[in-house]
């Protein structure tokens, strides 16, 4: 059974860049798509980014685009969120999470179904 762990979360200002890590054990996540979510608590989670199985197709939330980039490495079982810009409004705990067999790339998290325990990012002003 699949697991993966994200990590990489910290206190940050803005302005200021943050590179998470998403780590899959178990079995290869190399032939599904993955995302990136985000939630504050008491709200709702938001999509963040999504990647397809070979990296070929990616996008963003309109509220992380232009600013956050999706990247996986299928050799070392990951995937990766690189944040620029952070602002204090991105403060929230984000989760990877792998889409469900046969799913193609999406941004809604019905469609996942191996989430990870988050990794929590603080931005401030």
């Known amino acids: 059974q699949v697991q993966v762990v994200e990590s990489g979360g910290g206190l940050v200002q803005a302005g200021d860049s943050l590179r998470l890590s998403c780590k899959a054990s178990?079995?290869?996540?190399?032939?599904?798509?993955m995302a990136w979510f985000r939630q504050v608590p008491g709200q709702e989670r938001e999509f963040v980014a999504a990647?397809?199985?070979?990296?070929?197709?990616?996008y963003n939330g309109d509220s992380v685009k232009a600013r956050f980039t999706i990247s996986r490495d299928n050799a070392k079982n990951t995937v990766y969120l690189e944040m620029t810009s952070l602002k204090p409004e991105d403060t929230a705990d984000y989760y990877c999470?792998?889409?469900?067999?046969?799913?193609?790339?999406?941004?809604?998290?019905?469609?996942?179904?191996?989430w990870g325990q988050g990794t929590q990012v603080t931005v401030s002003s």
């Open positions: 999470a792998r889409a469900r067999p046969g799913v193609p790339i999406s941004s809604m998290a019905y469609y996942y179904d191996v």
């Open positions: 990647i397809s199985w070979n990296g070929n197709q990616e």
């Open positions: 178990g079995r290869t996540i190399s032939s599904f798509p």
